[in-house]
Each structure stands twice: as structure tokens, then as C-alpha cells.
């Protein structure tokens, strides 16, 4: 077909390969789709802790490569890291990274989607490199797990969130203000630590202390979970910290915060503030962090052939993937609706958290609430069956190369809501 609208996706992480399989879904032949990455696969971030826990090398089992559902699609894939966006002239520039030494190149658009996910700001923090861990990429999830079996010494161990500073603009839709970019890590942490600790004998809750900057944690999971969940947490025996308000610095012997106090501790594992990508920050179409301004169709107010999803949106708080795969799926539908010429009525974005976590020996939680939103749902359970569907997650993702059917969410809803073993 002669003519075809380019749609151009920057990212292809989760949100990144959503979007370009469901614009395909949706557009068809009528689009040329093309995806610009760094690197040619995913790593599925949320099931790392599952393989540290394990003594598993995450990078032998949660690398995902792409590449062959794109192609299937008729999707171009480009490796390249994207360095700047002229809104103006509709052109991304970018740097081939196959060799490094590449001259910039530069792609036009009909449709831009940045889905270019966050810089996580650890180099922020001092101390970190020496004395601190985390879970949110492979390289630091194999580092704890190194350390856990083979140099753990059974001392305290904290984990938490740094301060997130989030985005203003008064182009934004009416979003709550979120102290950290995503709390449901930290606690998910705390249970399947605890539960690694108590089988290793090396410990158990009363070893751990949760830390937020806010003044709970999880504050998006709203006041009827945590009025279920925190409760659980004091009477397992973990320390609770509040109001820390950043972290100040990491030390061999514990950790400072910038409320001038500080929590001794061997093991010190955080989550940083996520920051956009340094050229995003000057761009004519972000907020004052450099987060992508989108009504709640996801599009941009003063260039309406850009669009953004999943956390380089600046709707998206928290930062979940719950948020960016609705995210993905409305976008993908206003750009087909207008290159097809259609008038299918689209829903705008009603956030909505839901979450799976693991909580040691095959079992886990599993939230599900819009109400941080003003809404009125709250649905906290345990046992089996979030575990469950956590694992299935994971494989119907790999499996389906990330296009998920539309009933994948709301049928995990309904198990989740209502089939707890």
C-alpha cells in the first residue's frame, strides 16, 4: 500500500513492544512501523528477585529478544540510542550502536511514540556503587545474589525508595503527587526476603527495615489496602521508617537519610529517583523533569502527532506496568482511529493499580485499586494463586512477544478479584 503513515516508537521495553504490536493490531497495512532501541532485547525486570531468591544468574533466564515479532509484524528495528527529538521538523536523531564511533543518523515521522522508559538516578546517590544493591536490572540482581550466598554475614538489612521528583506542568490532567516512583518492589522485597532469610536460618522480618520518603509506604495502593497491609507487616516484626524524605548517602555501616537521621544495616537495597533521559529535559513538549506531557488519550496538547507511554509519560505515576500496557493500548488505538478515519469511541486512561508480587515459597500478593485516583476499588490477596499468575504473566509475554489479548488483564482481574488458593 502506497502512502503509509510512518509511525515511529522510541523503546522497545515493555511499553515500547506493546505499543508497536498493538498499533500493527490495529492499523494494519495501512502503517510503517519502525523501533528504535539501544539494545535488541527485553529483560524482564519483574521476575528478578524470583531468580536471585533461587540462586539463579537473572541474565541467563529473563533476557527476551524481540526482534522476531517485530519482524512478523513488518515492523523495522533500528539499534540505535536516540539522542534528540526536533518536534518542529517531526525528525528523531540517533546513534547506530552495533560499533561504537557511529555517525548520527536521523528517521522522519507521521506519528511519534516515546516510549523510552526513565534513567535510573543511582549514580545520584553516595555511597551506592560501594556499599548499596538493588533488583531493578540483571548486572545489580546477580551482584546481590553473589553477595547473599556467599558473603552474607546474617547483619540488618533496610530497603526503599529514594525521593522521586516528579513532574510539573499545568498542561497535565489532574494526577495525585507520588514521593516515589513505585513502591511495590520495596515490599514485595521485604516478604520474599524474609521468607529467603527464614530458610537460610539467617534471619527473618525482624531483620529487615522497609524506608520511604512519603509518609507511607505504597501510598499508591490506597487507604483500604494499606489499612489491610501495614497492620500484616508490624505484627510480622519488620521496622517501618517514614518522612526519610531522600537518602542522603550509603555507607559501609548503614544508610543517612535528609531528615538528618540514619538506620545501621550490612545490607542497604534501594530504589533511585527516576529521572527522563538527559536530552528529553530542553524538548518543547515535556514538563520541568523532562517527562512527556499527554492528555488521557496520551497524546501531546501542542504536538498532536506525538504520544508517549508507559514511564516516559507523565500521567504515569506511579511508574507500574499495569499503567503503561492500558497506556499502549489507547494510543494505539487514536492513531488507527485517525489514519483509518474511523469513529470508534476511545475510553480515556482511568488509572488503575494492578499488581503481582512474590512473597517467598510460591506465594504472593496481588492489589488491584484505582482508589489513590478517587475511585472505589481495593482488592488485597494472598496466597498461591498471585504467584501463579505472576509466572503466567511472564510467559504469556515471551510467549505472545508482548502482545497481549484484550482479555489478558481484565481475565487476570477476575482470577485475582475472585480465585485466592
Not at 18 to 41: C, F, M, P, Q, S
Not at 63 to 76: A, P, T, V, W
Not at 298 to 321: H, L, S
Amino acid at each position: 500500500m502506497k502512502n503509509k503513515k510512518r509511525v515511529l516508537v522510541l523503546g522497545c521495553n515493555f511499553a515500547g513492544l506493546t505499543v508497536a504490536r498493538y498499533l500493527h493490531r490495529e492499523a494494519g497495512d495501512h502503517i510503517k512501523i519502525t523501533v528504535i532501541d539501544r539494545k535488541n532485547y527485553i529483560n524482564f525486570i519483574p521476575n528478578i528477585p524470583i531468580e536471585v531468591f533461587n540462586n539463579n544468574n537473572p541474565a541467563d533466564t529473563l533476557e527476551f529478544q524481540f526482534q522476531k515479532f517485530l519482524k512478523s509484524d513488518g515492523s523495522e528495528f533500528i539499534q540505535g540510542e536516540v539522542e534528540n527529538i526536533d518536534a518542529t521538523n517531526k525528525k528523531v536523531y540517533y546513534s547506530p550502536t552495533e560499533r561504537k564511533g557511529a555517525a548520527q543518523e536521523q528517521i522522519a515521522y507521521d506519528y511519534l511514540v516515546v516510549a523510552l522508559g526513565c534513567r535510573l538516578a543511582y549514580d545520584k546517590i553516595e555511597g551506592f556503587a560501594e556499599f548499596g544493591h538493588t533488583f531493578s536490572d540483571t548486572f545489580y540482581g546477580n551482584e546481590v545474589r553473589n553477595y547473599l550466598h556467599n558473603d552474607y554475614k546474617g547483619g540488618h538489612i533496610v530497603i526503599g525508595s529514594d525521593r522521586f521528583i516528579q513532574g510539573q506542568s499545568p498542561k497535565l490532567p489532574k494526577i495525585p503527587i507520588a514521593l516515589a516512583a513505585c513502591e511495590g518492589p520495596p515490599v514485595e522485597l521485604a516478604f520474599s526476603m524474609a521468607d529467603w532469610l527464614k530458610k537460610h536460618k539467617k534471619g527473618d522480618a525482624k531483620s529487615i527495615t522497609l524506608f520511604t520518603p512519603g509518609d507511607v509506604i505504597a501510598e499508591d495502593a490506597g487507604k483500604g489496602i494499606l489499612d489491610q497491609l501495614l497492620p500484616m507487616v508490624s505484627k510480622m516484626g519488620y521496622g517501618y521508617k517514614t518522612n526519610t524524605v531522600g537518602i542522603e548517602r550509603i555507607y559501609k555501616e548503614g544508610i543517612a537519610f535528609k531528615d538528618g537521621t540514619s538506620l545501621e544495616a550490612e545490607m542497604k537495597i534501594v530504589f533511585p529517583n527516576w529521572e527522563p533521559h538527559p536530552f528529553m529535559k530542553e524538548l518543547p513538549f515535556v514538563d520541568d523533569q523532562g517527562f512527556v506531557i499527554t492528555d488521557l488519550f496520551m497524546r501531546n496538547p501542542d504536538f498532536p502527532e506525538i504520544f508517549a507511554v508507559g514511564d516516559a509519560a507523565a500521567v504515569t505515576i506511579p511508574k507500574i506496568g499495569s499503567l503503561g500496557h492500558m497506556e499502549c493500548e489507547i494510543a494505539s488505538k487514536v492513531i488507527a482511529n485517525e489514519i483509518l478515519g474511523k469513529e470508534e469511541q476511545i475510553a480515556p486512561l482511568h488509572p488503575m493499580l494492578l499488581c503481582y508480587g512474590d512473597m517467598g515459597s510460591h506465594k504472593g500478593f496481588y492489589m488491584h485499586t484505582d482508589e489513590w485516583w478517587g475511585g472505589k476499588t481495593s482488592i488485597l490477596k494472598m496466597g498461591y494463586t498471585p504467584y501463579i499468575l505472576k509466572m503466567g504473566f511472564k510467559t504469556m509475554y515471551q510467549t505472545l512477544g508482548g502482545k497481549v489479548p484484550g482479555w489478558g488483564l481484565p481475565l487476570s482481574e477476575i482470577v485475582g478479584d475472585h480465585s485466592i488458593i
